[in-house]
């Protein structure tokens, strides 16, 4: 286990650029598996879920090679590989290999995944989806056996209960090779659906519709991959980066965004106080004034995204008046990181899973644990602005979603150490 070790209350000043979207990517690399000749991926961030994603990938015989933000993944000799529970239950994204093992091979074993704990997130309307398109499937042995008919998969209207991004990428990667058309309504509308769409299309695929609440896949019979893929930069990292320059930052410079990727956090974070200054493909954001509380609600795309709820929770700790709320639609139980806070010192509580914030003069430095990647990242915001030595137990968690963090805040000229516990 990791800890991250910070030395708090030093302002923070210069330049950060942001990775490529963790969020596309974990959904990325097991959709390369669908392409009969080797894949390039670029901007790839240095995050332990892509160490995990190889190892996953090297188990059925498939070839990676990464160097700098390069990923090279040759799948023309892969082998129909059952992935029991272990690295699968690392992290949740490898549910994904399920929609892409089905989609190359007709078949799929997969351990039940793993992931964040942060509260219930069933996979029912993924198993809907491939049950749609003709595929029995089963639960034996703490796995799921996912198997097309003999004749293959078909496609079909799916209505998704509710627009899950998992559900929808998973569907996808599964449909591309049908037989016929597939058609997903109430799809998830997020930016990483459409980098998964673009990065099929580029291949063969025929996907339309992907960011709308519709999308239609009509099934070809191969993939191939013929160019390389950029991947979309990292809305969430350059969101927490966002709040660290507002509640830390003497003026800092956040490079490689895409603003209509944040457009309802920006809005929060302007609504509080926050100047910020956007460039073509960079914000500045200035050193904070008089800050105001806000009420923060979480939703899908493009409503405030729930992974950038616990980011923005050391800022609002900084308004001078007034209540704070934060209410996860998306998670409701997504509060772990809130009792770790409190023993910062913060002026916070939960009710009923929303989350009361008022102003916090100072925080202190304190032994916490991060339960998540997000509550990893509040914490260590909060751990930059507290005074005195913070220690983050299971920063394993921050490494699974924040691309060379350790390396970017000390640019930044944060006393931060990622040690072994």
Not at 14 to 39: C, D, R, Y
Not at 235 to 264: F, K, M, P, V
Not at 402 to 419: F, H, P
């Amino acid at each position: 286990m990791k800890q991250m070790i910070i030395h708090g209350g030093k302002p923070l000043t210069g330049e950060v650029w942001i990775g490529g979207a963790k969020n596309s990517t974990v959904a990325l690399i097991p959709a390369a598996i669908l392409s009969h000749t080797p894949v390039t991926l670029e901007c790839v961030p240095r995050i332990a879920d892509v160490d995990n994603l190889m190892d996953l990938l090297k188990e059925m015989d498939v070839k990676c090679d990464f160097k700098e933000t390069t990923l090279h993944i040759d799948p023309t000799e892969i082998k129909m590989s059952p992935l029991p529970a272990g690295k699968i239950k690392s992290l949740r994204a490898s549910y994904y290999f399920m929609g892409a093992l089905l989609g190359r091979f007709g078949k799929a074993v997969v351990g039940f995944p793993g992931g964040d704990d942060i509260g219930p997130r069933p996979i029912d309307q993924h198993i809907k989806g491939f049950e749609a398109l003709g595929a029995i499937v089963k639960n034996e042995n703490d796995q799921i056996i996912i198997k097309a008919p003999e004749e293959g998969l078909h496609g079909n209207q799916i209505d998704l209960a509710m627009p899950s991004v998992g559900a929808t990428m998973n569907i996808i990667m599964a449909s591309v090779t049908a037989q016929g058309q597939t058609i997903i309504n109430n799809a998830a509308k997020e930016p990483e659906i459409i980098d998964l769409a673009t990065f099929l299309n580029n291949m063969g695929a025929v996907i339309r519709g992907a960011g709308t609440e519709t999308i239609r896949i009509d099934g070809v019979s191969r993939i191939e991959a013929k160019i390389p893929h950029t991947i979309i930069p990292d809305r969430i990292e350059a969101g927490t980066y966002i709040s660290l320059a507002a509640c830390i930052g003497n003026g800092i410079r956040i490079h490689n965004i895409i603003e209509e990727h944040l457009d309802s956090y920006l809005a929060k974070v302007e609504e509080m106080g926050v100047v910020i200054d956007a460039d073509e493909d960079s914000l500045y954001v200035y050193p904070a004034g008089d800050l105001k509380m806000i009420q923060v609600k979480t939703d899908p795309y493009p409503g405030f995204a729930t992974d950038l709820q616990q980011p923005i929770t050391p800022l609002l700790l900084t308004a001078k008046t007034g209540e704070g709320v934060v209410i996860d639609n998306i998670y409701p139980k997504r509060t772990r990181h809130i009792p770790e806070l409190q023993k910062m010192g913060a002026n916070i509580k939960v009710e009923d899973n929303i989350i009361l914030v008022h102003p916090t003069s100072e925080l202190h430095g304190a032994c916490v644990h991060a339960d998540e990647i997000r509550a990893g990242a509040s914490l260590m915001i909060a751990g930059l602005m507290a005074d005195g030595e913070t220690v983050i137990d299971n920063a394993n968690n921050i490494l699974r979603g924040y691309d060379r963090v350790e390396e970017k805040l000390r640019k930044l000229g944060a006393d931060v150490t990622i040690q072994d516990a």
